[in-house]
């Protein structure tokens, strides 16, 4: 096989680990507590997410949380509504960035995520991280084909990951009240990520498909890594918040006819967390 070929295709599967890695742990676990990871597990997956994307969890978790306090409102740090679809695609790592050295977004949406030593000496340097992983490449392919490679992961990960805010929010269709949509394509680039509507219905859920025909991948993973005992979920059936409770029965994830419960379905409100007054908090853990 050409070299260039391998390169490339080394490129797309390190983009495909962060993104697994991205909704597994960023997101599912850190930002939203709907899984609960094994200490050596999660410390292994913070690593990862280091070596491939350089991201420090306390800031995406930060940033994703306001991003669910004021979704599509002045407030939202990334929302193709108020800022248009192309900026938000095309721009997404320097609204994420803007947000994320916000010093006020980090004290009220990470109240309960510590910085250790750890951060200190490894995972807050960034780039060190991403040094890290591109003598990895370098190692496997040589120099060219490992800057061929790290070129293909990050343009593809910043654009599927920018996709998942400014196509989950602009294109598509969502059962559920909001701009927030479906998209079953994009779910299957993003390990399920692309069913948006479904994950600001339910954000503790770690389920993001709430129908047989909607395929999560990332589901699946939580499920192989749930029957390794590596996580445990934490609820089996999906957690509505209360704005997508009052849209139920017609568009609940039940599916199983219009005049099933909620209480049937095992579905109830979420808790809200109380913060500072003042603080506009989103309903996720
Ligand atoms: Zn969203
Ligand atoms: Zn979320």
């Given at each position: 096989?050409?070299?260039?070929?391998?390169?490339?295709?080394?490129?797309?599967?390190?983009?495909?680990?962060?993104?697994?890695?991205?909704?597994?742990?960023?997101?599912?676990?850190?930002?939203?507590?709907?899984?609960?990871?094994?200490?050596?597990?999660?410390?292994?997956?913070?690593?990862?997410?280091?070596?491939?994307?350089?991201?420090?969890?306390?800031?995406?978790?930060?940033?994703?949380?306001?991003?669910?306090?004021?979704?599509?409102?002045?407030?939202?740090?990334?929302?193709?509504?108020?800022?248009?679809?192309?900026?938000?695609?095309?721009?997404?790592?320097?609204?994420?960035?803007?947000?994320?050295?916000?010093?006020?977004?980090?004290?009220?949406?990470?109240?309960?995520?510590?910085?250790?030593?750890?951060?200190?000496?490894?995972?807050?340097?960034?780039?060190?991280?991403?040094?890290?992983?591109?003598?990895?490449?370098?190692?496997?392919?040589?120099?060219?084909?490992?800057?061929?490679?790290?070129?293909?992961?990050?343009?593809?990960?910043?654009?599927?990951?920018?996709?998942?805010?400014?196509?989950?929010?602009?294109?598509?269709?969502?059962?559920?009240?909001?701009?927030?949509?479906?998209?079953?394509?994009?779910a299957?680039?993003?390990w399920g990520e692309g069913f948006?509507?479904n994950?600001?219905?339910?954000?503790?859920?770690?389920r993001l498909s709430?129908?047989?025909?909607q395929l999560d991948p990332g589901w699946w993973?939580i499920?192989?890594?749930?029957?390794?005992?590596?996580?445990?979920?934490?609820?089996?059936?999906?957690?509505?918040?209360?704005?997508?409770?009052?849209?139920?029965?017609?568009?609940?994830?039940?599916?199983?006819?219009?005049?099933?419960?909620?209480?049937?379905?095992?579905?109830?409100?979420?808790?809200?967390?109380?913060?500072?007054?003042?603080?506009?908090?989103?309903?996720?853990?």
């Amino acid at each position: 096989m050409p070299h260039l070929l391998v390169a490339v295709i080394v490129g797309l599967a390190v983009c495909q680990l962060g993104l697994l890695l991205t909704t597994l742990y960023l997101h599912r676990a850190v930002s939203h507590r709907a899984v609960t990871l094994a200490p050596w597990f999660a410390f292994s997956l913070r690593a990862l997410i280091w070596l491939t994307t350089g991201i420090r969890p306390r800031e995406w978790a930060a940033v994703h949380r306001r991003h669910h306090a004021y979704t599509d409102v002045p407030g939202d740090p990334h929302s193709p509504i108020l800022d248009g679809y192309w900026k938000v695609q095309l721009f997404n790592a320097g609204l994420y960035r803007r947000a994320a050295h916000d010093a006020d977004t980090l004290q009220k949406y990470t109240r309960d995520i510590k910085v250790d030593r750890w951060d200190k000496v490894l995972f807050n340097h960034g780039v060190l991280g991403l040094a890290l992983g591109m003598v990895g490449l370098w190692a496997l392919l040589g120099w060219e084909g490992a800057l061929v490679a790290a070129g293909v992961h990050t343009v593809s990960y910043l654009l599927l990951n920018a996709a998942i805010n400014a196509i989950g929010h602009r294109f598509g269709k969502g059962p559920f009240p909001g701009y927030a949509t479906n998209n079953q394509w994009l779910a299957l680039l993003t390990w399920g990520e692309g069913f948006h509507s479904n994950h600001h219905a339910a954000p503790t859920s770690a389920r993001l498909s709430f129908h047989w025909w909607q395929l999560d991948p990332g589901w699946w993973v939580i499920r192989l890594c749930s029957g390794l005992n590596l996580l445990e979920v934490r609820h089996s059936t999906p957690h509505l918040t209360r704005a997508a409770r009052e849209a139920y029965p017609s568009n609940g994830p039940a599916a199983s006819g219009p005049s099933r419960q909620p209480e049937e379905a095992g579905i109830i409100p979420a808790a809200v967390t109380p913060g500072a007054a003042g603080d506009r908090q989103p309903e996720l853990v």
